[in-house]
């Protein structure tokens, strides 16, 4: 079994930058993924809010967010950019 | 899964073997050996023979729930696994037959997914998401729930087989997807458990192969094939492409299908489950084409052509069972055995 990638008790290494601020569970790096001609994929702790401040309703821990606008169910992605033909590069 | 009617002599043999003990069905063995070889080299097309088709699948079911009153020494027994090897090679065989790979990409993570994402927007064959919904009837609707309760009922299940095949980005991926088919740890957001809820808001029997008598060869090879990818770690490559496949083609279909339920009158019971895909396989089917499928590839090579022919395969033969289906429709027939079953 490797350890390497996963972070110890304390949360990722002050090497990895300062300590986020989080609402639930260990410490462990957001990273936000641009597919191409698809959504942005977000894991890892994040929170997900409105322009109130309130979180939005989640129900998984990795997202992946609308970036073609033709969702049904934004912010998240629900597949339409393969129908729209969108593309990520210009 | 309670035992189902036999179809012919193969599966005949099988439900008799299984339902006696070790010893006692030594002469039945020796029997179902060459009854086999004779039917595997005699079928028209393996893919469409109810016979094979479902000695095939209680052979596989004895690795999953088992099958009522079928002794659990049975799964690892080198004769049966020798009779289900015969009618293995021969269905793989004939499912190799049906694809044609091309030009293979290249073997980067980037090239993968998009070679996957190209050949799952390719498919061309018939919709049977858009006629569900706008155009299927209840009692097909109740059909349609028959032929996917197959899987849907266990649902994640064959794709599960591959996490101790996997390692490292590819072997996290999957189990981030298979995380969220088994509900994040909340047996009732399990799909599996959607998807039952679905079938007792139309009044339908959700016990696991309830329905098993009345599907057709086609839908029990679409679910045989996962078996055969998931079960033999030689078709790693495969069982990753098929799942990938199947993230790829479910978000905009399920979107349809939620319509068509909801045409019918039917509340959240029911369409939750197709909701919920709409969403998930949204993110699975970039995890899946990216991380997992690309992940391995990337850490192997060598399993490019094997990730293709699965999500490939995975599709011929769901083209071969939607055509199955939308033909028997439009014919104004049912897509099943027998239809009787199903006015209960």
């Keep these: 079994m490797s350890a390497e990638a996963v972070p110890g008790p304390d949360g990722p290494s002050g090497a990895e930058g300062p300590e986020r601020s989080l609402n639930s569970g260990a410490a462990s790096p957001v990273s ?3 597919c191409p ?4 994929l977000i894991r890892g702790d994040f929170e997900l809010v409105g322009a109130d401040g309130q979180e939005l309703p989640r129900t998984r821990r990795t997202v992946a967010l609308c970036r073609c606008g033709a ?3 934004k912010p998240y992605c629900d597949g339409s950019h393969k129908l729209t033909g969108f593309r990520s590069e210009p | 899964m309670k035992q189902p009617s036999a179809r012919g002599d193969v599966s005949a043999l099988v439900l008799a073997t299984i339902a006696a003990t070790v010893e006692s069905a030594q002469d039945g063995l020796a029997r179902l050996g060459a009854v086999t070889r004779a039917a595997v080299a005699g079928t028209p097309d393996i893919l469409h023979d109810d016979d094979l088709q479902l000695a095939l699948f209680c052979l596989y079911e004895l690795h999953y729930s088992g099958i009522d009153g079928a002794g659990d020494d049975w799964e690892w027994n080198p ?3 020798r009779v289900r090897q015969c009618i293995e090679a021969a269905f793989e065989a004939r499912v190799r037959d049906e694809v044609d790979l091309g030009d293979l990409p290249g073997t980067t993570s980037e090239a993968v997914c998009a070679e996957l994402f190209r050949l799952t927007g390719d ?5 049977m998401s858009r006629f569900v919904s706008k155009s299927a009837s209840n009692d097909q609707l109740r059909e349609f729930l028959v032929h996917k309760a197959v899987y849907q009922l266990k649902e994640a299940d064959p794709h599960t087989f591959a996490i101790p095949r996997l390692t490292g980005r590819s072997k996290a991926a999957l189990v981030e997807i298979q995380a969220d088919e088994y509900g994040n740890g909340l047996p009732a957001r399990m799909h599996s458990a959607l998807f039952a809820r679905t079938m ?19 839908t029990l090879a679409s679910n045989n094939l996962m078996s055969l990818f998931g079960l033999n770690r030689r078709l790693r490559g495969a069982i990753v492409g098929h799942l990938a496949a ?3 083609t479910s978000s905009q279909p399920n979107r349809l299908y939620s319509r068509g339920f909801k045409r019918h009158g039917y509340g959240e019971n029911a369409t939750e489950y197709f909701d919920e895909h709409v969403e998930a396989d949204a993110v699975h089917e970039q995890i899946a084409g990216r991380d997992m499928a690309g992940g391995l590839v990337e850490e192997d090579p060598r399993l490019l052509p094997d990730v293709l022919f699965g999500a490939a395969a995975g599709l011929a033969v769901d083209t071969l069972m939607t055509r199955h289906i939308m033909d028997a429709w439009e014919s104004g027939g049912s897509s099943l055995r027998r239809s009787e079953a199903m006015a209960s």
């Design chain 2, 123 to 127: 498919d061309s064959g018939p919709s």
């Design chain 1, 32 to 34: 936000v993924v641009a």
């Design chain 1, 37 to 40: 001609d698809g959504p942005l």
């Design chain 2, 79 to 81: 004769d049966l696994l």
């Design chain 2, 200 to 218: 007792r808001e139309l009044g339908m029997d959700d016990t696991y192969g309830a329905y098993l008598d009345v599907t057709p060869a086609i």
């Design chain 2, 246 to 248: 199947y993230e790829m």
């Design chain 1, 71 to 73: 969702s049904v169910l």
